[in-house]
Structure formats: C-alpha cells, structure tokens
C-alpha cells in the first residue's frame, strides 16, 4: 500500500538481489549450451557463432554488468557485515556500480572489437 | 521557496477490510509540525479521526505515521520539511495491522521484542552491591550507542524484510537484543543471543539500512544487527561472547 | 528463514566464488578478442583438470549460493513458507549443480 523505502543502500540492495535473479535464471541456459559441447558439436558451433550477433553482444554486456554487480554488492554486504563501515557504505555501493559499469563496458569493447 | 496558504491533505481512514480515503484543506502555519496539521482535521474537519500520540516532544514514540509514504515521528516532523507542492499524505505506520484511521496494533512490534529475549536478566542480587561498569569500555559503548529508542516503531514500518517477512524480528527488538549482550551486569547473553539467530531472526537482514536511514532518534540497527552477525558467526568459529 | 547454517553456507560459498568470478571474468575479456569459435574454446579447455576444477567448484558454490538466494527471494516476495520452500530450495540446487557439471564435462572432456 505504502511506498517502499527511497534512499542509496535500498536501491543498492534492490540491485543486488535482481542481478541475483538474473544470474539464476541465466545459469541453467549457460550450462545447457556449454553442455552441447559434448552432446551436439554442430549445435555448439552454431551457438558460438550465433554470440557474433551485435544485440547478442550487448546482452551479454549486460550480463557481464549484473555478474560484477552482484560481486561487487556482495563484497559491500560482507565487508559491512563483518566490519563497521557504516560511514562509507554508499560510497562503496556508488563505487561496486561504477566499477560493474566500468568492467561491462571493457568487456563490450573487446566483443565489439571482434 | 514560496510556501502556500493552504494544503490538501489526504488521511487514510478505516481499516483493512475497509480502507477509504479522505481529503481535507488545512491552513499553513508557520513551525507547524505534522501532528498539528493531524489534530487541526481532528478538531476542526472530523471529530471521528482516530490517531495516536501522547508527549509531543519526541519521548513518548507514540505518534508515528506514514508521511508521504515515509515513516516519521510526527510530532517533531515540520511540514515546511515533508511537504510535497501542497499535498501532504498521512497513512498508518506500514507492516503493522491498522485498528482504524492512523492508529495502528502495535502488538506485532512489541511482541518481537518479546521474542527476542529483550529482557534485562540481573547477574547480581541487592546484596552484592553495584557494579562498576567502564564507560570507555568497547561493549558499554555499543550498548549506550543503541540504549536511546523511543519504541516509535518507524524503523518497523522502514525495513521491507518486515514487509516481506512478517516473522521477522525486526529492527528494534534485534537491536535491544545487542544492547542486553553488550551489558555486562546481564547474566545470560548467550541466551538472548540464541533467542535473535533463530530462522526469523539477525541472520535475516538484507542490510537494506532503512532502520538506520528512518530512526527519528539517529540510532543505527544496522550496525547493531551486523554486530549480533558477528557475534553468531565469532561463536559458530567457538569464540566467546563479548561480555560471556 | 536463514538460519545459522544457511547464513554461514551462503557467505562461504560467495567468499569462494570472489576469486572464481574474478578469474571467470578475465578469461571472458581474453577468450572474447577476435570473436568467439568453438574451435579456439574447446582445445583450451579439453582435458584440462586445472580447468575442470575451476569450473566445478564454482558450479558446487553457485548451486548452494544461488538456492540460498533464491529461497530467500521466494519467502519475501512470493510468501513461500514450510516444505514448499524447502522443496524449492533443493531443486534449485540440485538442478544446478547436474546442469552445472554436466556442463563443465561436455567442455573439459573429462
């Protein structure tokens, strides 16, 4: 009924637990296509040159975006949970983004590169 | 910024089989706090609007509501500080059972700090005299960083691990937990400490910090229940209690 | 919902994963230059016992991290409780941890 809370951390752990989702969901079609490897070559082959696509690359830039999102937000929570950093946590969570951002778009620049 | 005459104030009103809203205009007045603007409709508009508060001055905890969608003491809320243009919403404090209007059960709160083992268990009897507790000392300054709360319930209302889990502790009574094993005339902190690790209880928290971020009285749960954390994996690791 | 066991198997499996994820990532940024070919994955990976280790103790902490997580999701979001949840949280594990390792076999050949 009411408006969930509005501040840095909410949105940072909002952040953390849809990347979370994301990864889970994405996993087991990760593992399905790797393991094409060994059931269907061809498949595999085709699956890989199928990654060539331009929107397939963005997506996977995103991918790489929640990966290092999740990381970077689960070093926050552990380092504030076994430490009291309570002082710079929204400056570790603006810091866990920027450096997801930083690493996806790296990442994005080598595969558009390609 | 300029400040208008009048406000349009929306009042939640009923309960929760039967929720309605009314809108009311109320004066501006200067230093007008939210409370003011509640008893103005009350004494004013309607009569029948129920709602809660005692002391007036931030002690009592009694007078907590939703404020445009964020929980707030009311009595010490200036509307100058909340008000949206000139609309001001007022509900009922969030995750807890609304009785009617803005008044809310506050059993689900209190019965948490229940739970939590949040009692004092002396160590001492009359006879053995007065302890000499070391202000300086690390536990004694983590229960004064927390012994302040006023009971208001808004970081109740704050956190959405609540709103997602009703079992759950909450963020008050986890904290008073961390007050009573930090106090070394209490005779039985490892006690209070099982009492909080149960499946509802610390080991919940998403350290989302709305506690921290909400608490009228600037107290910080979040630290308090990452120390109780600490405390459940130092013991899981077969280390002792700070004041074991 | 977390218990003590929960909570420590859900911080020991991400305290793992740190240095997976991190070298997972640096061999996307390398296996990536010049484009993808199954031809340039498979030879690298084939055989490779440092990789299979790799890969399948990342598998083994993502099924436990991602069921932990996951079963968390499902409490608070959808209101699962009881043996509903628990089933889920097996499931979720056990699922990942097959697909995961039959995965990291097809590419290691072991």
């Excluded at chain 1, 699956?47 to 999102?69: M, N, R, S």
């Excluded at chain 1, 430490?83 to 946590?89: D, H």
């Excluded at chain 3, 103790?57 to 099924?63: D, K, M, Q």
Aim: net charge neutral.
């Amino acid at each position: 009924m009411m408006n969930t809370p509005r501040h840095a951390l909410h949105w940072a752990h909002l952040l953390h637990r849809v990347s979370g989702i994301a990864l889970a969901l994405f996993l087991p079609v990760h593992f399905y296509l790797l393991s094409l490897a060994l059931t269907d070559p061809d498949a595999f082959s085709s699956v890989i040159a199928f990654t060539d696509q331009p929107l397939v690359k963005v997506a996977e830039g995103g991918l790489v975006f929640l990966l290092c999102a999740h990381l970077f937000g689960g070093l926050r929570l552990m380092a504030l949970e076994s430490l009291s950093w309570t002082a710079t946590q929204k400056t570790l969570a603006a810091a866990g983004i920027a450096g997801s951002a930083l690493v996806a778009l790296l990442f994005f620049l080598q595969v558009a590169r390609a | 910024m300029s400040t208008p005459s009048e406000m349009r104030v929306t009042v939640a009103r009923g309960d929760a089989s039967n929720p309605s809203e009314m809108e009311f205009t109320v004066p501006v007045e200067a230093n007008q706090t939210v409370l003011d603007v509640v008893t103005w409709i009350q004494q004013h508009a309607d009569p029948t609007l129920s709602y809660r508060f005692a002391c007036r001055v931030g002690m009592c905890g009694s007078c907590a509501m939703m404020v445009n969608g964020e929980p707030r003491w009311t009595c010490r809320t200036h509307v100058s500080r909340v008000l949206d243009g000139d609309r001001l919403v007022l509900a009922p404090l969030r995750n807890l059972p609304v009785i009617k209007d803005l008044v809310v059960d506050m059993n689900p709160f209190f019965d948490a700090w229940q739970r939590a083992d949040a009692v004092h268990r002396p160590s001492r009897a009359r006879a053995d005299g007065v302890a000499a507790v070391n202000p300086e000392s690390r536990p004694r300054i983590a229960a004064d960083a927390a012994i302040e709360c006023i009971n208001c319930a808004v970081c109740y209302a704050a956190c959405d691990t609540v709103a997602g889990n009703p079992d759950y502790l909450g963020p008050a009574a986890l904290q008073r937990a961390w007050t009573l094993i930090n106090d070394e005339r209490h005779s039985d902190p490892a006690a209070t400490l099982d009492a909080v690790t149960g499946t509802d209880g610390c080991l919940n928290c998403h350290s989302i910090g709305s506690c921290s971020h909400y608490c009228p009285v600037e107290l910080r749960p979040l630290d308090a229940i990452a120390g109780l954390k600490r405390q459940v994996v130092r013991r899981a690791l077969g280390k002792r209690l700070p004041c074991d | 919902m977390i218990d003590t066991r929960l909570y420590l198997a859900q911080r020991i499996s991400a305290l793992i994963m740190v240095p997976l994820v991190i070298g997972h990532l640096a061999v996307m940024l390398y296996a990536v230059q010049g484009g993808l070919t199954a031809a340039e994955i498979l030879p690298r990976t084939r055989g490779s016992v440092f990789w299979f280790g790799f890969y399948g103790v990342f598998v083994l902490a993502v099924s436990v991290h991602a069921a932990i997580g996951l079963s968390s999701v499902a409490r608070e979001w959808l209101n699962w409780t009881g043996t509903r949840l628990r089933a889920f949280a097996v499931l979720c594990c056990l699922a990942l941890a097959v697909l995961g390792m039959r995965a990291v076999l097809a590419v290691t050949g072991l």
